[in-house]
């Protein structure tokens, strides 16, 4: 039998399920309980849409590549399937966070999708609001982007689709980046992009890059789950520096195996970030020895990192998996977790650092090099380990082996995995209500006011704490920053010395012999030259060796400003330090504090703190250089001036070094600043909304206890009949 081929015994067991849910639906309508009743007609709407993409003839193989926003999953598929080139552009932030599929097409060609009007309304109307948050400033950002681009806005969203065509990877990465890079002239507008290329890769598969389900830009967020209704194998992406954080755990755990997904593979991305995190210089005088949570060199942490996030992982599922046993969850559902038990630890970067010379790494990954060097004996064989790539493609190659199987369990999956994320949705229906149930019980109006204004005045002294913790981390980017500038005047006067070199030229010199002979006098006068050659030594300095010195302080000097804001604020000292702030003003034991919630709020605080990238241009400089003197330079003169173009070159790249500097100091001190205020403002925003509902419920108390002690009853009840 044909697994795309709809047969009738399947099509009558798809519509039971549709009709059993429906009458469902019509049950629990008087519970006045509209989001959940949402809920549902959205779970019937999905289900039918899964159903028909996957019985047609030309169903691909559906790839996600799944993360939150600077996971690495742009880098992790350029590495994957286009050898390291840059074809698919990094989504820096949220705006450029653009959803990209990759399918066969006899013609390279690009699909972009721009944003309709609706949608565009709506991104304007939230650009006007006077709020903060990641919704409101991702689309003033948008709306900033595309009036500064020239171009006519309306007239690409109207236009809805339009495709442009190109001859190989090299023209794709010059013109995808108009439409999806950060500073693309059409990304403000474009939505989605499909590539088409004529690689056989492809012939089978339809791989797709998401923005992620943590979008700002609701719209992109919506295709993103519309892709994962009818995924059949994910890479999942979590950077290895924050790794399974409560947003990914959550998405992980409980919404991707439940959306139908078969294969599920954990990719611990950005490894040298974490490796990074436990690489520390052993102190031999230090009285309590080595700490056992870092390392000294490479292979050992790797082994500590791979063991400690495994282990992580394998805790999180194994205590997952029994929440599922006790609620009877399908089976099928615990068996793609267990594909999750061994993470595939990875880093794009550094794989696309292997058999490249030093000298065509960008800062970043100069970046990454001196930092990972120092901790190695054998950085190209290292740096491979930390890639792991080829571990990565075996995956994909059981994947795509393994494609007519994995579809198999997909089509005789539809049903159970249906039925298991309506059971999911009633019992949430159920916690949400007797949660609510439980509050208007036991509490009058008087008690819920105070209980909201204690929350309040407990926030205060948390902003008050929270603002000390981070005034420590400004006073430390100061003094960073003033051992930084110590640093770079430093090498500035290395770099201005020129080696003087000594070289051999050989000289040809003639002098003049008297052919006359006495007794011949036609011979009277005549004469011929004679030619000797002789080595001189002479002393010359290099236009070359000028160049460089200039290139290699500019780069050193990046990696130095960058190197300070890094060795200033550790991500995981910053999140301990905020957690215990949280911690010691509010009593964790009370059932009224989830500490999973205020540890989210803190890390997705934290994720928003973006590390400068420091980026100097003096290509003029160096091309008038080049262009003035020759390669070896002689004359004194000449070695002079050219002594000197050296240093003007060194004090115009110090200079804008500096501003660079102190640009990116004051606006990452902005940026921890910000932290406070928004953490305050994310818990206080949904403590405000919970409240407001208890309060509006009180008024009419006895009514809605009846009613929802009714709904917890008639959602009991549900969850029997579709268990049968």
């Not at 890769?201 to 389900?213: H, K, N």
């Not at 630890?345 to 090099?369: I, L, P, T």
């Not at 050989?506 to 002789?534: A, F, L, M, N």
């Not at 911690?583 to 500490?595: I, K, L, Q, V």
Request: aromatic content about 8%; glycine content about 4%.
């Amino acid at each position: 039998m044909n697994i795309f081929t709809l047969t009738k015994e399947q099509e009558q067991t798809f519509e039971n399920f549709k009709s059993q849910t429906s009458k469902m639906i019509e049950k629990l309508q008087s519970g006045n309980e509209e989001q959940d009743i949402k809920d549902l007609h959205n779970l019937l709407e999905r289900f039918s849409k899964k159903v028909d993409d996957f019985f047609h003839s030309e169903r691909r193989l559906n790839i996600g590549i799944v993360g939150q926003v600077k996971s690495g999953k742009s880098s992790f598929l350029n590495t994957l399937l286009f050898e390291g080139k840059f074809v698919l552009p990094k989504a820096s932030t949220p705006k450029t966070a653009t959803l990209t599929k990759i399918e066969y097409a006899e013609e390279n060609a690009m699909e972009i999708e721009y944003y309709n009007e609706e949608d565009w309304e709506v991104i304007v109307d939230n650009a006007k609001q006077d709020r903060e948050g990641e919704v409101y400033e991702s689309a003033r950002e948008l709306v900033r982007m595309a009036r500064g681009s020239g171009v006519d806005i309306a007239t690409k969203l109207k236009i809805g689709k339009e495709r442009v065509t190109f001859s190989d990877y090299e023209e794709l990465m010059n013109r995808i980046n108009e439409y999806v890079g950060e500073n693309g002239k059409y990304t403000a507008l474009v939505k989605a992009v499909v590539l088409y290329v004529n690689n056989p890769l492809f012939r089978q598969l339809s791989i797709v890059d998401t923005p992620g389900l943590n979008d700002p830009i609701v719209s992109r967020t919506l295709r993103t789950k519309e892709f994962m209704e009818v995924c059949d194998v994910v890479f999942f992406l979590s950077p290895c520096s924050a790794f399974l954080d409560k947003s990914d755990w959550t998405l992980l755990s409980t919404q991707l195996p439940q959306k139908g997904v078969k294969r599920l593979i954990l990719v611990g991305s950005k490894f040298d970030s974490g490796l990074r995190d436990v690489l520390r210089h052993t102190d031999p005088d230090d009285p309590f020895g080595k700490d056992p949570n870092t390392a000294d060199n490479i292979p050992e942490a790797i082994t500590l990192v791979r063991d400690k996030l495994t282990t992580r992982t394998q805790m999180k599922i194994k205590e997952f998996e029994k929440q599922l046993r006790q609620r009877e969850a399908d089976e099928s559902l615990i068996k793609v977790l267990e594909n999750c038990r061994k993470p595939v630890f990875v880093s794009g970067m550094v794989q696309n650092m292997v058999g490249r010379d030093k000298n065509e790494y960008d800062a970043e990954e100069n970046n990454v090099y001196h930092a990972l060097s120092e901790f190695s004996t054998n950085l190209d064989k290292e740096f491979l380990k930390i890639g792991n790539f080829e571990a990565v493609k075996g995956i994909q190659q059981e994947v795509i082996e393994e494609k007519e199987t994995i579809l198999e369990e997909k089509s005789s999956g539809f049903i159970p995995m249906a039925q298991e994320e309506l059971i999911e949705l009633l019992f949430n229906f159920k916690e949400k209500a007797k949660r609510r149930l439980t509050l208007l019980s036991g509490n009058d109006r008087q008690k819920i006011i105070e209980m909201k204004d204690e929350i309040q005045k407990q926030m205060n002294a948390i902003r008050a704490d929270v603002r000390t913790v981070i005034g420590e981390w400004l006073v430390k980017i100061e003094k960073e920053k003033s051992k930084g500038i110590q640093e770079l005047r430093k090498a500035a006067e290395e770099n201005r010395k020129l080696e003087e070199r000594t070289g051999t030229e050989t000289k040809r010199e003639s002098y003049t012999v008297s052919d006359s002979t006495w007794y011949k006098p036609w011979t009277w006068g005549s004469k011929h030259t004679e030619y000797y050659t002789y080595d001189e030594s002479y002393s010359y300095i290099v236009t070359s060796d000028a160049i460089d010195n200039i290139r290699n302080f500019i780069s050193a000097s990046e990696s130095q400003i960058e190197k300070s804001f890094l060795d200033a604020v550790n991500h995981q000292q910053m999140k301990r330090r905020l957690l215990e702030v949280v911690a010691s003003n509010f009593d964790m034991g009370d059932e009224r504090y989830d500490a999973s919630l205020f540890r989210l709020m803190v890390e997705e605080q934290i994720n928003k703190l973006e590390f400068p990238v420091i980026k100097v241009d003096i290509g003029k400089t160096v091309d008038t250089i080049a262009s003035t003197f020759e390669g070896e330079v002689r004359s004194s003169n000449n070695q002079s001036a050219l002594r000197n173009a050296l240093s003007n070159a060194i004090d115009t790249a110090i200079s804008a070094l500096m501003n660079e500097f102190e640009q990116a100091t004051n606006q990452f001190k902005q940026s921890l600043s910000n932290i406070g205020d928004g953490l305050q403002e994310a818990f206080l925003s949904d403590v405000h909304a919970e409240f407001e509902k208890i309060l509006k419920d009180l008024d009419e108390k006895d009514a809605n206890i009846a009613r929802l002690s009714a709904y917890v009853n008639q959602l009991d009840r549900a969850v029997e009949e579709v268990r049968g």
